[in-house]
């Protein structure tokens, strides 16, 4: 089992920056993968970008190029670095943590970007 606590939402400008922090309650260098998903308004919850063990990572397309998923198991730490945000970003924001096959969730960090 693992707790996931997310942080660094808030409101920005469209064309922005922030960086989205997951801080795990236990070691993450053995979790097969984590990730980040986000719920728009009206929305389907939808996969933004996950990176594995190994340290290789996949986007949404909609945010390649722009997103950057990366971990840090020596803080047991997961970020998400968000460039030129759009306002179709605008969600909330949650960390996933894929471990032997169960999903935990934390309990999301909302980002708004303004047009």
């Known amino acids: 089992q693992v707790q996931l606590v997310e942080s660094g939402g808030g409101l920005v400008q469209a064309g922005g920056s922030l960086r989205l922090s997951c801080a795990a309650s236990?070691?993450?260098?053995?979790?097969?993968?984590m990730g980040w998903y986000r719920q728009g308004p009206g929305k389907q919850r939808e996969l933004v970008a996950t990176i594995f063990r190994d340290g290789s990572a996949n986007y949404a397309d909609s945010v390649k190029g722009r997103f950057t998923i990366s971990r840090d198991n020596a803080k047991n730490t997961v970020y998400l670095q968000m460039n030129s945000l759009k306002p179709e970003d605008t969600a909330v924001y949650y960390c996933?943590?894929?471990?032997?096959?169960?999903?935990?969730w934390g309990q999301g960090t909302q980002v708004t970007v303004s047009s």
């Open positions: 236990r070691r993450i260098f053995s979790i097969n993968a």
């Open positions: 996933n943590a894929d471990i032997n096959r169960n999903n935990y």
